[in-house]
């Protein structure tokens, strides 16, 4: 077994404990499979440095109980390689009415070098209708991460919403060969209008803005990049 499948069976067996037993009742649940595809974000960032196109997109399959889940999200500079991608292969279950939690396996293809890590985490509505997604990443070289995002849609009309957004990255330790500092290393949010010509498609407008902060900006700067930008995003929003 290698090491990248041992991070993944032991996230599926630490997810496993978690889990709450079944129920004898349970055997009559609705067992039909449901399938969903959604891109988040599909957007072009303006303004600070080069322009960016980005996506943040999710789909799974499965029925009430078990999902299997996949998750993308990344960021292509116009007219230049790559600069990041990552995956997410995940087993889903619920274990209350408003939470899941999630295991399996993220696979980085940019930055170099490429990595893989064991994954752990929950999602679900917060307080106050604020979607929470929470995630413990360890590495296939041991080093350990932490993601926070949280988003919530302010609807002002039947069509506009208004949708701020925030994302918090942590590593326990540090890795120089992804240029990652210990503690808090960046700190992304949003603000994005959107309108809902149908539920399933809004087009919408906003502003992202991104900050490497700690030792992580310290590495940025002595790779002569930047350690924050604005952008303006313009982009869409769909689901089926």
Do not use: C
């Amino acid at each position: 077994m290698t090491h990248s499948n041992k991070i993944f069976a032991a996230a599926i067996l630490a997810a496993a404990h978690l889990l709450p037993a079944s129920e004898a009742g349970a055997a009559d649940m609705d067992d039909a499979i449901y399938w969903h595809v959604q891109a988040e974000q599909l957007e072009y960032r303006a303004g600070d440095g080069t322009d960016v196109v980005a996506w943040d997109a999710n789909a799974w399959i499965g029925n009430d109980d078990h999902r299997l889940a996949f998750k993308s999200e990344g960021e292509n500079p116009v007219g230049k390689r790559l600069e990041k991608a990552e995956l997410q292969f995940l087993y889903r279950r619920p274990v209350s009415t408003f939470f899941d939690v999630n295991a399996g396996i993220r696979h980085d293809l940019r930055p170099d070098p490429d990595r893989t890590y064991g994954v752990i985490g929950i999602q679900g509505l917060a307080k106050q209708f604020v979607e929470t997604d929470a995630n413990l990443f360890l590495s296939e070289t041991g080093d350990l991460s932490a993601r926070l995002e949280a988003e919530v849609d302010w609807r002002l009309t039947q069509r506009l919403i208004l949708q701020p957004t925030t994302e918090i990255n942590v590593a326990f330790s540090e890795d120089r060969r992804t240029h990652s500092g210990a503690g808090i290393n960046t700190i992304e949010a949003g603000l994005r209008l959107k309108y809902e010509i149908r539920r399933e498609f809004a087009p919408y407008v906003g502003l992202h803005y991104e900050r490497k902060v700690g030792a992580t900006a310290n590495f940025a700067r002595d790779d002569g990049e930047d350690t924050d930008s604005l952008r303006f995003v313009a982009g869409v929003s769909f689901w089926f």
